[in-house]
């Protein structure tokens, strides 16, 4: 079969979506399967690569923001969509995104007649939370926000989402098509427990006490992660003998650093800066708990990734992330934006210390059901479910 995906961010890009979009292209052409990825290009200067099996078509674009969590502009998307669609001629088109690139392409599949399936990453939050002042609570901006991603995802054939919690956030929009909840997935062959590291190699590389309790996060360090949550709830613990570790970059770093100086944390708050694939998965196996205090999780990968390598999880009440963590079995949930109770439940985790083993079992079982191969095998069966449909249909119309 022949697959064109669009998005706004793909590999090298680290974020949620770019990373899930990386390992369903990268897998469907594992699988057999011919795949293309048109996606906005560094510049103003189109070009073609290969990665993995996968064509990757970058079309020209104007670069918004610079450096973390680069945000590009496609300028003229209705001119290179049509050409790429036509040329390429897809069974089938899926898009990642309600943004200009994606618009033109779902446009150019539509005239051509080709089943479009989308999957919604986006939550208003996850802009809101970067905008100035009142506007970060305000209805208004909230509404227009979705009303910008539903104008498209109400014309595709089929929308799949990472959750049931974001499924059901869909369907109180009053989204229009078919919507399932279909995990991102983790590697659980790569993101493993490494039993015979050596955990404290691992923790002097990143500059961590060997000996501390590490409670670790990794990811983008925006706000709507709520790092400040796991900071202050840090503070009122009262633990000298605690690190949390803070890995990876975004537009509130410098805003972090400043509160773990301001509350004097200089030594527990490590912030670790981007981390490789490679020592990604190192890290995981030298920390003790994952954290997760974000309030706009449709899944995480982040955590599943940590999940998979046997950490317990302490996560914000919030969202999806409940799907992930159940209290008490393979770690703890606690008030979403609320420190003091974040802090209270890292205290029991480091009381519950003989119990990491047991939790970390069923952390691991967690993430091995929503393993990448399962994934990929549901968007392959919905896949020819939508060729098969269009195809019945214009049987029918030639009879």
Known sequence: MRILIATQTYFPTTNGQAVFTTNLAEGLARRGHEVAVV???????????ERNGVYIEYVAAVPIVRGVGDVRLTPFPQIHA?????????????????????????????????????????????????????????EHIKRLLWWTMLDLFNELDYVTTPSQTAARILQEQALQPPVKAISCGVDVQRFRPLAHMDRKAVRREFGLAPEHIIFLYVGRVDHEKRLDVAIQALYLLKRPDVQLAIGGQGFHLQDLQTL??????????????????????????????????????????????????????????????????????????????????????????????????????????????HDLQRVIEAYEGLYHHLVEKVASSHLKRTI
Request: charged residues 20%; neutral net charge; aromatic residues 6%.
């Open 39 to 49: 996606t906005p290009a560094d510049d103003l200067h189109s070009y073609h690569a």
């Open 82 to 138: 049509p050409r790429i669609v036509e040329r390429f001629a897809p069974h089938l088109v899926h898009i990642q995104d309600h943004y200009p690139l994606c618009r033109s392409v779902v446009q150019a599949a539509r005239k051509r007649g080709h089943p479009v399936i989308g999957t919604n990453h986006f939550l208003p939050e996850n802009i809101m939370r970067n905008m100035p002042g009142p506007l970060r609570d305000s």
């Open 260 to 369: 773990a100086r301001t509350l004097h944390l200089e030594e527990q708050v490590k912030f670790l800066g981007p981390i490789t694939p490679e020592g990604h998965l190192r890290l995981l196996n030298a920390a003790d708990v994952f954290i997760m205090p974000s309030e706009a999780e449709l899944l995480s990968i982040a955590t599943l990734e940590a999940m998979a390598c046997g950490l317990p999880v302490l996560a914000a009440n919030a969202r999806a992330l409940p799907e992930l963590v159940t209290h008490g079995v393979n770690g703890y949930l606690f008030r979403a934006g609320d420190p003091e109770d974040a802090a209270f439940w890292m205290g029991k985790l480091i009381a519950e210390r003989t119990r990491w083993p047991a939790m970390a079992q069923a952390a691991r079982a967690t993430a091995e059901k």
